[in-house]
């Protein structure tokens, strides 16, 4: 699987829209690009993914650059239980789920 | 509808002794996955299972760790003489039936903090 690189923290104000960044310059034609993330002492949990095309849901916005090299997951009004990590992971179409691989994420702290 | 149920919470044990670790799936999920989380670090795949079957258990420790998904009852992860290396949080996930490429997300519990003394 393509390797991501993410900031390891990162800051942002209650109501504000927080925008997270990841790099993926090595991803394959046939590899998405999923975002979950871990609020402390939680199991991680699902945001949203996509391929090429940016994509909306009622969690989050991804928008995937047009060389799909990077992305940015975007929480338009960010709360205060927004605060948790982040991960972003690029997995092979074809291969299980099992196969995310979950790094180290961003650290998101949402302030009021 | 309830999520995925992990039990128990928290479990403790002493160098030398088992610990069993329970998963009841989503409702309607046939497919099961455990991951372990060391402290300050990323979660790490340890295997897939569907009913009755190991489908992957590539992340699997070669000894002491086995894993079983009955066709009834919860999905045990079970460790035989723990070690204080063993502390970790551990977490259950569960996807629907389908061909494992076809999955597209995964539904996690809240996972059992496993401590060694």
């Known amino acids: 699987d393509a390797k991501t690189t993410q900031p390891t923290s990162m800051d942002c104000a209650e109501g504000r829209a927080a925008n997270l960044p990841c790099n993926h310059s090595?991803?394959?034609?046939?590899?998405?690009v999923y975002w979950y993330r871990q609020i402390h002492s939680q199991g991680p949990q699902y945001i949203i993914h996509?391929?090429?095309n940016n994509e909306t849901n009622e969690m989050a916005s991804l928008i995937i650059t047009e060389d799909r090299k990077s992305s940015t997951l975007i929480l338009p009004h960010a709360t205060l239980r927004d605060t948790a990590v982040y991960y972003c992971?690029?997995?092979?179409?074809?291969?299980?789920?099992?196969?995310?691989?979950f790094g180290q994420g961003t650290r998101l702290t949402i302030n009021p | 509808n309830a999520g995925v149920m992990q039990n128990p919470r928290h479990l403790v044990r002493r160098r030398g002794q088992e610990a069993r670790l329970r998963c009841s799936p989503m409702?309607?999920?046939?497919?099961v996955y455990w991951y372990r989380q060391l402290p300050e670090e990323g979660l790490k795949f340890m295997v897939y299972?569907?009913?009755?079957?190991?489908?992957?258990e590539s992340g699997m420790p070669k000894e002491r760790f086995s894993a079983e998904f009955p066709k009834e009852g919860p999905s045990i992860l079970r460790i035989q003489q723990v070690v204080r290396g063993d502390s970790a949080a551990y977490f259950c996930?569960?996807?629907?039936?389908?061909?494992?490429?076809?999955?597209?997300?995964?539904?996690f519990g809240s996972g059992t903090q496993l401590s060694v003394l």
């Open positions: 996930a569960s996807s629907p039936p389908g061909h494992p490429s076809e999955v597209e997300k995964l539904f």
């Open positions: 090595t991803i394959s034609g046939n590899e998405y």
């Open positions: 996509g391929l090429k």
């Open positions: 992971i690029v997995r092979v179409a074809s291969q299980g789920a099992q196969k995310l691989v």
């Open positions: 409702k309607g999920h046939s497919h």
């Open positions: 299972l569907q009913k009755e079957n190991i489908i992957d």
